[in-house]
């Protein structure tokens, strides 16, 4: 069964805290991808990435890096975390090519207090 | 610039019934896809159309690609509570590693 593998369910963490959330997929796909998602605002590209360390920004980057050492693995750095990052973040994986068919992580709820 | 719009954004029918829902853009996909997604968990595909006119049919879930792939729908029969959830459609761009996405569906079906 492929799957797509966010390192947390939950997260709450303080302002200004520096954090980490981590994401592994199994099906060796080429495109990786973060996303937040906010009720009335749908999925927001964060960073996606195409190949081992590369990255590209996506919609709202502000606040975030990431890092993609090896293909499997996908990290979203969050430098300082402010309470306007409080959100549910989505992790997912696909192939290259026309159809590029998503896989999701479970997602990840992190609240910033 | 939402590329992609949905509607109806929020749709509550009682079991049985049968609804549409829309996914709409003046830009031309290569493909769409169709993913729900249930409370606190990721959005899990449903399917994908790739030629203009296609229609693909998953149980009582009918699917169609518009002619000029420009426009999808959803079609659901006689829906039951498990159909319940957030209905998201996204387009694939030949010009880019992203999906386009529609901002969603929110669908509720009461016993």
């Known amino acids: 069964d492929v799957k797509v593998t966010q390192s947390s369910r939950y997260l709450v963490k303080r302002t200004g805290e520096k954090v980490f959330l981590e994401c592994v997929q199994d099906?060796?796909?080429?495109?990786m991808f973060w996303y937040r998602q906010d009720p009335g605002l749908g999925l927001r590209l964060i960073y996606f990435?195409?190949?081992?360390?590369?990255?590209e920004k996506g919609d709202i980057p502000e606040g975030y890096s990431v890092s993609r050492e090896k293909k499997e693995r996908f990290s979203l750095i969050l430098e300082s975390a402010s309470t306007n990052q409080t959100s549910m973040y989505l992790c997912?994986?696909?192939?290259?090519?026309?159809?590029?068919?998503?896989?999701f992580g479970q997602g990840t709820r992190l609240t910033v207090v | 610039t939402q590329l992609l719009e949905q509607s109806p954004q929020f749709l509550s029918i009682q079991e049985g019934e049968n609804l549409t829902v829309y996914c709409n853009s003046s830009?031309?996909?290569?493909?769409l896809q169709w993913y729900r997604q249930e409370p606190g968990e990721g959005p899990v595909l449903l399917v994908t159309?790739?030629?203009g006119g296609e229609v693909k049919k998953l149980k009582r879930l009918t699917f169609q690609f518009g002619d000029a792939r420009k426009d999808s729908s959803l079609h659901i029969t006689a829906a039951q509570p498990g159909d319940t959830g957030l209905y998201l459609c996204?387009?694939?761009?030949?010009?880019?590693?992203?999906?386009?996405w529609g901002a969603g569906t929110k669908l509720i079906i009461k016993p």
């Open positions: 996204a387009g694939v761009k030949n010009s880019n590693y992203q999906l386009i």
């Open positions: 830009s031309v996909f290569s493909s």
């Open positions: 159309v790739v030629t």
């Open positions: 099906m060796d796909h080429e495109n």
């Open positions: 990435s195409y190949d081992v360390k590369m990255k």
């Open positions: 997912a994986s696909s192939r290259r090519g026309m159809r590029r068919e998503a896989f």
